[in-house]
């Protein structure tokens, strides 16, 4: 949102006020007492009259500086920014199965579990993108279509966020991911399409396997980035024990690296591995460097004129002038 005045050198008739303010005290000044001295009224407190009639001569100014003002045509608008790059079409395939909750990374030096981490950073990643169409698919045991393919990203980020771990099933579904994640991308034509999937664990569920999707991917044109998170063997997980509270319980956690690289090398994509949530932004960083498209866009301005409510001010201020003048600061001529 931004503010301007359309004609803003009209505001040098605001020099007018102090002027006027010098000619009403030196070349007016007011009828001196007709009376060789004033020492016996010196005792009297002056009235609330004549203590506030400088209220008359302040509602003038500042009405003539409401109406300087008006005529400087106050606007308020809103930049608006028209894409006219055609982007590429990414959709982002983010397991949410029970492994995620492995509390391995780190935010902000506090551990947080691994979808936490990925939040984050993926939420930058979308920040820095411009003018491309963005798509969210998340898995578990199933495949999902979280949002399809936009570049509304605030909506995109907002859904994002709201992103639970388990709400997909527990178990790890990599190849109906990549296949939904097809169908986004068939959606609408590109002259390229990205998949990029994260996940840290082993295909175990879905209808077709990784190989069978990563087949079609390539058939298909689709360049598929593989991101293998968190660390191979033990983990931590913050579980609830009925007597003694929230605990931490070590567990096994596998990742299938091998079919991930597998699947990467096949689409013409590339296999990355993060154990930390550094390693994780300087991943999404490198894609965000490979697939960079150059934005074009047309940036203007609509504004909507403000003028009305200093006029209309202005006036109320001269009516309570006129008012006021002729009644409690009425003076004998």
């Known amino acids: ?7 803003p050198w009209l505001a040098l008739l605001l020099i007018i006020i102090p002027a006027a303010f010098y000619w009403r ?8 007492l007709a009376v060789s ?31 300087v003002l008006g005529l400087c045509r106050p606007q308020w608008g809103e930049k608006k920014i028209e894409t006219i790059t055609e982007g ?7 397991d949410l199965s029970g492994s ?13 579990n691994r979808l936490e981490a990925v939040k984050s950073v993926v939420s930058e990643f979308i920040a820095g993108r411009d003018g491309d169409r963005i798509g ?9 279509t979280q949002v399809p393919l936009t570049r ?8 994002l966020d709201r992103l639970k771990i388990g709400a997909a099933g527990d178990t790890t579904a990599i190849g109906d991911a990549i296949g939904i994640s097809l169908k986004r991308l068939k959606d ?8 990029i999937l994260l996940t840290d664990g082993v295909s175990n569920a879905g209808e077709i396997t990784p190989a069978d999707a990563a087949g079609i991917a390539a058939e298909r044109g689709v360049k598929i980035y593989t991101i293998g998170a968190g660390s191979a063997g033990k983990a931590p997980f913050l579980v609830n024990h009925p007597l003694l509270g929230q605990q931490y319980v070590y567990q096994q956690v596998d990742m299938d690296e091998e079919a991930l690289k597998a699947i990467a090398d096949k689409t013409g994509g590339l296999y990355f591995k993060a154990e930390n949530t550094e390693a994780l932004k300087r991943i999404y960083e490198t894609i965000d460097a490979m697939e960079k498209t150059e934005a074009k866009a047309n940036v203007y301005a609509v504004y909507n004129d403000l003028y009305p409510w200093p006029v209309l001010l202005a006036l109320l201020l001269l009516l309570a002038r006129i008012a006021l003048e002729n009644t409690v600061y009425l003076e004998a001529p």
Do not use: Q
């Open 88 to 94: 590429i079409n990414i959709v982002l395939a983010v």
């Open 37 to 67: 001295e004033t020492d016996s009224a010196g005792a009297i407190a002056p009235s609330f009259r004549i203590r506030t009639r400088w209220v008359v001569p302040a509602l003038s100014a500042t009405a003539f500086a409401l109406l």
């Open 136 to 144: 969210l698919v998340v898995f578990g045991t199933n495949a999902y």
């Open 188 to 195: 609408v034509e590109s002259k390229s399409n990205v998949i």
């Open 100 to 112: 995620m909750a492995a509390i391995d990374f780190k935010l902000k030096k506090e551990m947080v």
């Open 1 to 7: 949102m931004m503010f301007r005045l359309a004609d």
């Open 25 to 32: 005290k030196h070349r007016c000044p007011r009828p001196t």
């Open 152 to 159: 509304d990203y605030n909506t995109l980020t907002f859904i």
